[in-house]
């Protein structure tokens, strides 16, 4: 699969968040497009179906990216299996959603090591593999909910702004032209994020919401493999993709 004209095609790509949703919908582009995709997440059974589905080399490192050595061995492994890393696609993350005075201190402490640390461990572990081969790509899937501010999603918003901010101070220490930094910020997209809301309301309402205009994965997905897909000299910076009935 991919053709020897597609500048995505030959790269290697390692997607955290991998077993569903957007993580799973960029695999499949990508290694449709002739990429080599290491694929993480916690959900070891899906990423073993994932891998046996995708038309190109792949392969499946069960991590938990709260755990800084899992996500070191993501790293490795790419270079193991395949010689190098281009892009790192930090894209696992969790919304315990509902408001302050619930004080769901268990909930916010989870978003903070998932969204946060995952996203700061990703970068640690990639960063010296760019260093050493001269080029390297992180893409973080970041949301609208931080451009936005609602009630229900306070701490989930300022974990994402909190990426945001890292995200652009690595853009800004990274502009001797070795790495290249992507925050993705879709609206609402239709996945599974949430089932880690434990308010069934709430999560009932987000959920119809997500049926009823939510984006599908692979739109998300096009837009990963467009910034990953630019020349090296060009850097896709931020990139918002919401629905278009989307507030």
Same mark, same amino acid.
Do not use: C
């Given at each position: ?6 500048? !995505? ?12 949703? !957007? ?42 990216? $709260? ?9 490795? %492994? ?12 930090? *894209? ?5 959603? /509902? ?22 461990? /990703? ?10 081969? &001269?080029?390297?790509? !992180? ?6 909910? /931080? ?6 999603? &306070? ?5 994402? *702004?909190?990426?945001? $901010? ?23 997209? *239709? ?36 910034? !990953? ?10 990139? %918002? ?5 989307? *507030?």
């Amino acid at each position: 699969m991919g053709n020897a004209s597609d500048p !995505i095609t030959g790269q290697v790509v390692a997607i955290t968040g991998a077993s569903s949703g !957007i993580g799973e919908a960029t695999a499949r582009l990508l290694s449709a497009r002739g990429a080599h995709v290491v694929l993480a997440a916690r959900r070891t059974d899906r990423l073993t179906t994932l891998v046996d589905e995708l038309p190109h080399d792949a392969v499946a490192v069960p991590a938990d990216v $709260t755990v800084p050595e899992d996500v070191t061995r993501i790293v490795d %492994t790419a270079v193991e299996r395949f010689g190098r890393l281009d892009v790192l696609v930090n *894209n696992a993350g969790i919304a315990t959603i /509902g408001e302050m005075a619930d004080g769901d201190v268990a909930g916010w402490d989870a978003m903070i090591d998932v969204n946060v640390r995952g996203v700061l461990y /990703g970068i640690a572990a990639a960063l010296p593999v760019f260093r050493r081969q &001269g080029r390297g790509h !992180i893409v973080t899937t970041v949301s609208t909910a /931080g451009l936005k501010i609602v009630p229900t999603m &306070g701490v989930y918003a300022a974990t994402k *702004n909190a990426v945001r $901010t890292v995200m652009e101070a690595l853009r800004q220490e990274s502009t001797d032209g070795v790495v290249r930094t992507t925050s993705i910020s879709p609206g609402f997209v *239709n996945t599974e994020l949430d089932g880690s809301i434990d308010d069934s309301d709430l999560a009932a309402r987000i959920r119809a919401q997500m049926d009823e205009f939510g984006l599908p994965p692979d739109a998300v997905a096009r837009a990963i493999a467009f910034a !990953i897909e630019q020349p090296h000299d060009v850097e896709i910076g931020d990139l %918002t993709i919401r629905p278009t009935r989307q *507030n």
